[in-house]
Antibody, heavy 120, light 111 residues
Framework: QLQLQESGPGLVKPSETLSLTCTVS??????????WGWIRQPPGKGLEWIGS???????HYNPSLKSRVTLSVDTSKNQFSLRLSSVTAADTAVYYC????????????WGQGTVVTVSS | QSALTQPRSVSGSPGQSVTISCTGT?????????VSWYQQHPGKAPKLMIS???QRPSGVPDRFSGSKSGNTASLTISGLQAEDEADYYC???????????FGGGTKLTVL
């Protein structure tokens, strides 16, 4: 049973860079069948797609965040990562990593989510 | 403001059916058969309920069904049960620039 687990600092200062890692267990990140994505949810609000990455490193980003987001993948560690620069309080959210089949549209496996607060 | 429009809330009694709408444009919902629906209970991660407009993943009860007409997708839950009370989000592919958009979410209350 494939599982995803987010990890990273729970508190980030304004203007700094948020860095999170998603560890894939019970399966390989190098499968050609999946995209790996990040989605966030501000407190009391809805879901926002941040971006998705393929095991090859090919990535797509939300246009509203593209200038500040970098996704990367480390196949040797079975992990993929998110970096969000120049954060503000508006970036405070629960951050989820998730898997999506390349052949269908739906994020079928999600991590439990990690809370990131932007505050000085 | 979310790219896809959902009603803020819907409600129904146990055993009844409810339908949640998700309205987009021809650039997202109307342009592709790539709509998914998620159920989210408080404090939990979202759960995929429907993919590709109407496909139910293994383990999702057949009480949940999806459809699409023009720029509006719909999630119908029949035979409402207490455990169906949750937030529901729609999601659509939106082309090779925007890629993925979510709806603002709908709170389902089982009376």
């Amino acid at each position: 049973q494939l599982q995803l687990q987010e990890s990273g600092p729970g508190l980030v200062k304004p203007s700094e860079t948020l860095s999170l890692t998603c560890t894939v267990s019970g399966g390989s990140i190098s499968s050609s069948s999946y995209y790996w994505g990040w989605i966030r949810q501000p407190p009391g609000k809805g879901l926002e797609w941040i971006g998705s990455i393929y095991y090859s490193g090919s990535s797509h980003y939300n246009p509203s965040l593209k200038s500040r987001v970098t996704l990367s993948v480390d196949t040797s560690k079975n992990q993929f990562s998110l970096r969000l620069s120049s954060v503000t309080a508006a970036d405070t959210a629960v951050y989820y990593c998730a898997r999506r089949f390349t052949s269908s549209f739906g994020f079928d496996i999600w991590g439990q989510g990690t809370v990131v607060t932007v505050s000085s | 403001q979310s790219a896809l429009t959902q009603p803020r809330s819907v409600s129904g009694s146990p055993g009844q059916s409810v339908t949640i709408s998700c309205t987009g444009t021809s650039s997202d919902v109307g342009g592709y058969n790539y709509v998914s629906w998620y159920q989210q209970h408080p404090g939990k991660a979202p759960k995929l309920m429907i993919s590709d407009v109407s496909q139910r993943p293994s383990g999702v009860p057949d009480r949940f069904s999806g459809s699409k007409s023009g720029n509006t997708a719909s999630l119908t839950i029949s035979g409402l049960q207490a455990e169906d009370e949750a937030d529901y989000y729609c999601c659509s592919f939106a082309g090779s620039y925007t890629f993925v958009v979510f709806g603002g979410g709908t709170k389902l209350t089982v009376l």
